[in-house]
């Protein structure tokens, strides 16, 4: 069932408009239609640095050039998540030729049994053949847990800012007051293992989120993603955001009045996991309209001995 602090926040969200459009003027003399929602959402995480792959203690997937090329690949996860609520090893991934895209033209994940399709929908298109994007199981299962001598974690907390007179909350590295002066997103330079070989920045690492959020049917609620390299998110445990492999920025955007067993009024987790593999940028953007409750992260590491 919904919390109370879900339902609070699910009543200003109520007024939500369909996808990621404000709908309204805006000036001073209009008053803003979306001022009961919060102005901005603060969600913690946790960062994983890690070693490239030509040092000592390096690991074998970051700054790996998969062997099909540089680009998006599909299908290196499954579509559930595992017992420990983390990604799990599907391929080593297919080559995307071109994107799905919804009737907006928006990039879509792949077509999926538990997402609605929709009138307007375009199919894509993938390699038939899984090329090495990842190296194996094991490696990506290092991804997004703590394995001493191997990584580092912290958290980081984000903010996600509504955009004036709409119900679109934003993060956006190139803007954000943290970030824009570091020419990306770069939550650990000169932390943890320190900066990558040679470099003045940190370009290796990954980034878990977990939060939480009350579905309101009907409202067009939506979540987009734009950025590299991977990035996978759940809602409530299924694949709803593809976006592997090692590449420039890249988007892609869910609608969760799609996702039909969703019911109104109820708590959902939505899981967000990112990875920065390779130089030589580290590209971040969340947009949404839902509005995100951040939940406890694990405790975190620091540096191993």
Not at 53 to 81: I, N, W
Not at 205 to 222: A, D, M, N, R, S
Not at 265 to 287: C, G, I, P, V
């Given at each position: 069932?919904?919390?109370?602090?879900?339902?609070?926040?699910?009543?200003?969200?109520?007024?939500?408009?369909?996808?990621?459009?404000?709908?309204?003027?805006?000036?001073?003399?209009?008053?803003?239609?979306?001022?009961?929602?919060?102005?901005?959402?603060?969600?913690?995480?946790?960062?994983?640095?890690?070693?490239?792959?030509?040092?000592?203690?390096?690991?074998?997937?970051?700054?790996?050039?998969?062997?099909?090329?540089?680009?998006?690949?599909?299908?290196?996860?499954?579509?559930?998540?595992?017992?420990?609520?983390?990604?799990?090893?599907?391929?080593?991934?297919?080559?995307?030729?071109?994107?799905?895209?919804?009737?907006?033209?928006?990039?879509?994940?792949?077509?999926?049994?538990?997402?609605?399709?929709?009138?307007?929908?375009?199919?894509?298109?993938?390699?038939?053949?899984?090329?090495?994007?990842?190296?194996?199981?094991?490696?990506?299962?290092?991804?997004?847990?703590?394995?001493?001598?191997?990584?580092?974690?912290?958290?980081?907390?984000?903010?996600?800012?509504?955009?004036?007179?709409?119900?679109?909350?934003?993060?956006?590295?190139?803007?954000?007051?943290?970030?824009?002066?570091?020419?990306?997103?770069?939550?650990?330079?000169?932390?943890?293992?320190?900066?990558?070989?040679?470099?003045?920045?940190?370009?290796?690492?990954?980034?878990?989120?977990?939060?939480?959020?009350?579905?309101?049917?009907?409202?067009?609620?939506?979540?987009?993603?734009?950025?590299?390299?991977?990035?996978?998110?759940?809602?409530?445990?299924?694949?709803?955001i593809d976006i592997g492999g090692v590449h420039g920025a890249a988007s892609q955007t869910v609608e969760l009045d799609r996702l039909s067993w969703l019911q109104d009024n109820e708590d959902y987790k939505l899981k967000f996991f990112f990875a920065e593999r390779h130089r030589?940028?580290?590209?971040?953007?969340?947009?949404?309209?839902?509005?995100?409750?951040?939940?406890?992260?694990?405790?975190?590491?620091?540096?191993?001995?």
């Amino acid at each position: 069932m919904a919390t109370v602090q879900g339902k609070a926040l699910a009543a200003g969200a109520l007024v939500m408009a369909a996808g990621l459009t404000a709908g309204v003027a805006t000036g001073s003399h209009r008053a803003d239609p979306y001022a009961a929602l919060p102005s901005s959402l603060s969600l913690t995480g946790v960062v994983r640095d890690f070693r490239e792959r030509s040092v000592a203690g390096g690991h074998v997937d970051f700054e790996r050039q998969p062997t099909g090329g540089f680009g998006v690949y599909r299908g290196m996860v499954k579509d559930d998540l595992d017992a420990d609520g983390k990604p799990v090893f599907a391929s080593t991934g297919f080559k995307l030729g071109s994107d799905w895209k919804d009737k907006a033209g928006r990039a879509r994940i792949a077509d999926r049994s538990y997402i609605a399709a929709a009138k307007g929908d375009v199919k894509g298109s993938v390699s038939t053949t899984s090329t090495g994007a990842v190296t194996n199981a094991e490696s990506l299962a290092q991804w997004f847990r703590d394995v001493p001598s191997l990584n580092s974690s912290k958290q980081v907390t984000l903010s996600l800012v509504r955009q004036a007179g709409s119900n679109i909350y934003t993060f956006n590295d190139r803007t954000d007051a943290g970030f824009a002066g570091k020419g990306g997103f770069f939550p650990i330079n000169g932390e943890l293992f320190g900066n990558s070989k040679n470099n003045t920045k940190n370009y290796h690492f990954t980034y878990e989120l977990e939060t939480e959020f009350v579905y309101q049917k009907g409202k067009g609620q939506v979540f987009t993603f734009t950025g590299d390299d991977d990035v996978w998110v759940f809602i409530d445990g299924k694949l709803v955001i593809d976006i592997g492999g090692v590449h420039g920025a890249a988007s892609q955007t869910v609608e969760l009045d799609r996702l039909s067993w969703l019911q109104d009024n109820e708590d959902y987790k939505l899981k967000f996991f990112f990875a920065e593999r390779h130089r030589t940028e580290s590209n971040f953007r969340m947009d949404t309209t839902m509005v995100l409750r951040s939940v406890d992260p694990p405790t975190t590491t620091a540096l191993y001995d």
